[in-house]
């Protein structure tokens, strides 16, 4: 499976400002997704990261607030915008390297704090 | 409308023996099954997937069973290690590659 890094690992942040989360995989993929898991509860998915164009978002998250960028197969960005203590959560990028129904690898994950 | 549940928040189990950890789902239109582990501080690690079309799948000490006409898969860990102590997380697809996940379960296992 691929090797995904993100960064930064965890960070606290002020209320109003953002963050931009990194995600870099050592392969190419074709299939880069965005998660949140807020504290005791699952995940969700935020938005699937499309090469060369605009992310996908699902329900409930807008671009406005979530910007993500994909320029290449191995490289995301998800930024935060505009925070506050509700964004508090653990954001995971996710890759799959087939189109359809295929297993998805975690990043280790980015651990925020909002203040 | 939770699609994926996991009603056991948590699960304690004595080394050497079976967990059981069981995942409901309510979409027919899931094709596709995936269990996770996750320690804290962590990302999630997949463990053992299966498709629609079987009813079982084993991967060393770790077997899923699906029961599609119940909509219920369960993961059985056998025998269990202290190691294996961690959140499980069940994750079901369909026609597109979006993951829905059930809410975890802990599992404790006790020396």
């Known amino acids: 499976s691929a090797v995904i890094s993100q960064k930064p690992s965890r960070d606290i942040c002020q209320r109003g400002t953002s963050l931009t989360i990194q995600c870099q995989v050592d392969?190419?993929?074709?299939?880069m997704f965005w998660y949140r898991q807020q504290p005791g509860q699952s995940l969700t998915l935020i938005a699937t990261?499309?090469?060369?164009?605009?992310?996908?978002?699902e329900s409930g998250f807008v671009i406005d607030k979530f910007p993500i960028s994909r320029p290449n197969l191995t490289f995301s960005t998800l930024t935060v915008s505009n925070m506050s203590p509700e964004d508090s959560s653990i954001y995971l990028c996710?890759?799959?390297?087939?189109?359809?129904?295929?297993?998805?690898?975690f990043g280790p994950g980015t651990r925020l704090t909002v203040l | 409308d939770q699609q994926v549940k996991q009603n056991s928040p948590s699960l304690s189990v004595q080394e050497g023996r079976i967990s059981i950890l069981n995942c409901d789902y309510t979409?027919?239109?899931?094709?596709?099954f995936l269990w996770y582990k996750k320690y804290p501080a962590e990302g999630p690690t997949f463990l053992i997937s299966?498709?629609?079309?079987?009813d079982k799948n084993e991967d060393g000490r770790f077997t899923v069973f699906l029961n599609k006409s119940a909509k219920h898969l369960s993961l059985h860990i056998v025998p269990s290690q202290p190691g294996d102590s961690a959140v499980y997380f069940c994750?079901?697809?369909?026609?597109?590659?979006?993951?829905?996940f059930g809410t975890g379960t802990l599992l404790a296992v006790q020396p």
């Open positions: 996710s890759v799959s390297s087939s189109g359809n129904s295929d297993t998805q690898y």
């Open positions: 392969s190419q993929v074709t299939m």
């Open positions: 990261a499309n090469q060369g164009s605009e992310a996908t978002y």
């Open positions: 979409n027919s239109m899931f094709d596709y």
């Open positions: 299966i498709s629609s079309i079987k």
């Open positions: 994750a079901a697809s369909g026609a597109t590659n979006k993951l829905i």
